[in-house]
C-alpha cells in the first residue's frame, strides 16, 4: 500500500517560495507525486511552477476519464505536454510573466511499478536497502559538464554556474521531457525534491533519513530540517513516497 507525504519551504534567505508540489494517493494500486520549482521573476515563478502542478493534475483527471486504458508513461507524458502549453501561453499573453518556466519531476505510482517524467533539475530518486540511485538526469549546464568529465560530480555541487538549467517547461512551445521507469517493491522509497534540497543535503544523508532517521511520515521535515540548518539559500521541497 503505497504512502506519500510533502513538505514545501522558501528556505532560509529567499522572500517567496516559488516551489509547488502535489501528492495523491488515491487508492492502494495508485499514487502521483509532482514537484515543480518555478523560474522567472519576482511573481512569475510562483504562477509557473502552480499553474503546471495544477495543469498537470486537471489533465491527468480528465484524460484517465477520456482514455482509461492510456499507459501511465502515455498519460505522464501527454498531462505535461498540457502543462507546458499553459505555461508558455500564460508566459506570452501576460506581460509579467515574460519569459517564465518551471522545473518538472512527476511520478505515477501503478502496483509495482514507478513511470516518472523530468524536466530540468529538480529529482527523483529510489531508495530501498540496496541503497539509493538518482533515478533522473539533471537538464543543467553543470550535469552536460559532468558527463563530458570536464567537472567532478563533488565539484559540480559548488559550481557557481549550478542553477543554470538547459530546459524547463513552458520556455518553449513544446516539451522536451525524459521518461523513467523503475520497479518497486513493498517498502522501497521515491524522493521527488527540487535543488533546494539536493544542493544542501548529500545523496548518503537522504539515504540515512529515509531508512533509519525515524518514522517515514517526518522524513521531509528532517530533509527540510538539514537545509535549513545549513542557510537554504533556494527554496526547499520534497516528496517522499513510500510502495
Known amino acids: 500500500m503505497s504512502k506519500a507525504w ?3 519551504d522558501r528556505g532560509a534567505v529567499r522572500q517567496q517560495n516559488q516551489d509547488a508540489y502535489y501528492v495523491d494517493v488515491p487508492s492502494q494500486e495508485l499514487a502521483l ?3 515543480c520549482d518555478g523560474m522567472g521573476g519576482a511573481r512569475a515563478g510562483n504562477v509557473a ?3 503546471a502542478v495544477d495543469t498537470l493534475v486537471s489533465a491527468m483527471r480528465q484524460r484517465v476519464e477520456d482514455s482509461p ?3 501511465a508513461e502515455a498519460l505522464l507524458a501527454y498531462s505535461a505536454e498540457q502543462a507546458n502549453d499553459a505555461v508558455y501561453r500564460r508566459a506570452l499573453s501576460d506581460p509579467e510573466c515574460r519569459g517564465m518556466g518551471t522545473t518538472m519531476v512527476a511520478a505515477i505510482v501503478r502496483m509495482d511499478t514507478a513511470d516518472i517524467l523530468n ?3 529538480s529529482r527523483c530518486y529510489h531508495v530501498s536497502d540496496g541503497g539509493i540511485v538518482r533515478l533522473t538526469r539533471d537538464h543543467s549546464v553543470v550535469e552536460d559538464l559532468v558527463e563530458r568529465g570536464e567537472l567532478t560530480p563533488e565539484a559540480a555541487r559548488s559550481h557557481p554556474r549550478k542553477n543554470l538549467i538547459t530546459r524547463a517547461l513552458g520556455s518553449e512551445e513544446h516539451i522536451r521531457a525524459d521518461l523513467y521507469k523503475q520497479s518497486l517493491k513493498p517498502g522501497d522509497f ?3 525534491c527540487s535543488d533546494g534540497l539536493s544542493n544542501m543535503v548529500t545523496d548518503q544523508e537522504i539515504l540515512y533519513e529515509i531508512l533509519h532517521g525515524g518514522p ?3 522524513c521531509c521535515q528532517r530533509l527540510l530540517d538539514i537545509a535549513l ?3 537554504a539559500p533556494d527554496n526547499v521541497t520534497a516528496v517522499l513516497l513510500q510502495a
Open 216 to 218: 517515514a511520515e517526518e
Open 229 to 231: 540548518s545549513r542557510g
Open 49 to 51: 511552477s502552480r499553474l
Open 33 to 35: 507525486c509532482v514537484v
Open 190 to 192: 521515491l524522493l521527488l
Open 6 to 8: 510533502g513538505v514545501t
Open 119 to 121: 524536466i530540468g533539475d
Open 69 to 71: 486504458g492510456d499507459t
